[in-house]
C-alpha cells in the first residue's frame, strides 16, 4: 500500500499566458498524482490558462478575474475598487486566505516573487515552504522589489532557480545573504504538445520574410527598440514584417511608436494568442529582444520548431544557443538588432547553416529528468 500522499498547495498570482504560468501548468501536468495531492490558489482567477488545469487538479481562487467583471465600464471600476480592498484585506490577515483554501498542506509553493508573502504569511507553520525564482536581480526596474525579495529568501526552506545565470547573479550580487538550500531546475518543455499544437491553420499571414516574437509588452522585452531597428530597415529597402504575439502594459506606447513611424502594417502587434505555435511554425525566423530574461521558455519552443532565432545573450540563452551555430547572438542594443535582422534577410548561407543544425535540437530537452529532480526535491523536503 502506498504511503499518504504528500499534500502540496501553489499560490500564483493570476493565469496570463507567460513562462511562469507555463511552468506551472506543467509541474501540474505532470507530477505523479499518485504521490501527490495538489492544489493551486489564484489570488485573481484571471488570463488565458485560468481554465487550464488538468481535472485531478483542486483549484481555488481569492478574487474574480477581469473576465468575470461587468461589461459596463461605470460598474467595472466600481468591481475593481472592491478587489482591491478585498486584496489589501487578505494581505493584511493571511488567515481569510487560509479559510477559503480550507485545508492544510505539507509543501507549500510560491511560483514567483509575487507570491512570496502569501506562502511565508500562511498561517500553516508547519509545511514546508519553496520559493521558485526566475528573476535577473540586477536589473534597474527590478530594483524597488529587491528589499523584500532579499527579506523573503531566508524564509524559505528551499529555493528554487529557473536558470543558473539566475543562481549565480544572486550569490554575486548577494553573498552574505542568509540562502536556503537551493537549486537549479530549468524549465520543462511539453514537446509533442508543441508540436502538434504548431499544426493549426493560420489565416492571413504576411508574405515573408516574417519574423515572429512571443512575449509581455513590457519595457523590458525590448519592443521598443525592435520599432526602431525594424523602422531601419524598412526605410533602407529591406522587406519584412515583425509579428509581436502578446498583451501589456506597453501596448499603447508601442501602437503609437509604430504609428509615428508608420510602420503599423509591417510591425504587427496581434495581442494574446491562446495558441501562439502556428506562428512560430509559419514565420521564417524567431527573435527575442528582452533586456533581461532566466531561461526563457519561448527560446526552447522556437528551437523545438527549428526556427532560426535571433536572440539578446541575456540570462540562460547563451547556454540554449550556440552563436552562428543554432541561432545568432546579439547584445540589448538598436544597432546589434538591425545587424541580426539583417544578417537573417541578406545571408540565406548562414540561415542554411543554422537551420541544418536545428535538425536534432530536441535531444537537447529532458523533461523527464526534469519532473524527476522536482518530485525528489519535494519527497525529501518532506521527510527533513
Known sequence: MLDKKIKILFRHRSMEMGGVEKVLLGLLNNLDPDKFEMTVCLTLNQGKLRDEFPKHIRKVYLTDGKEDFSGNSLLQKFQLVKRRLKLRKL????????????????????????????????????????????????VPKFQPLVPDILKSFPQFDYMVYCSHKIKDMMHQHYPDLRYPEENVIINPIPIEEIKRKAEEKLENFPEGPVFVSIGRLHSRKGYHKLIEAHTRLINDGFHHTIIVIGDGGEMKNLKEQTAANNVEKTFILAGNQMNPYPYIKKADYFVLSSESEAWPLVIAEALILQKPIIATNVGDVGLMIKDRETGYLISYDTDEMYNGLKAFLTDPALVLHIRENLRNIESQFDNKKIFDSVENMIETLHKK
Open 91 to 138: 494581505k493584511n490577515n493571511p488567515a481569510i486566505a487560509d479559510r477559503l483554501i480550507n485545508d492544510t498542506f505539507d509543501i507549500e509553493i510560491g511560483m514567483d516573487y509575487r507570491d512570496y508573502d502569501a506562502i511565508l504569511n500562511s498561517t500553516n507553520k508547519n509545511s514546508k515552504k519553496i520559493g521558485w525564482f526566475h528573476s535577473e536581480i540586477n
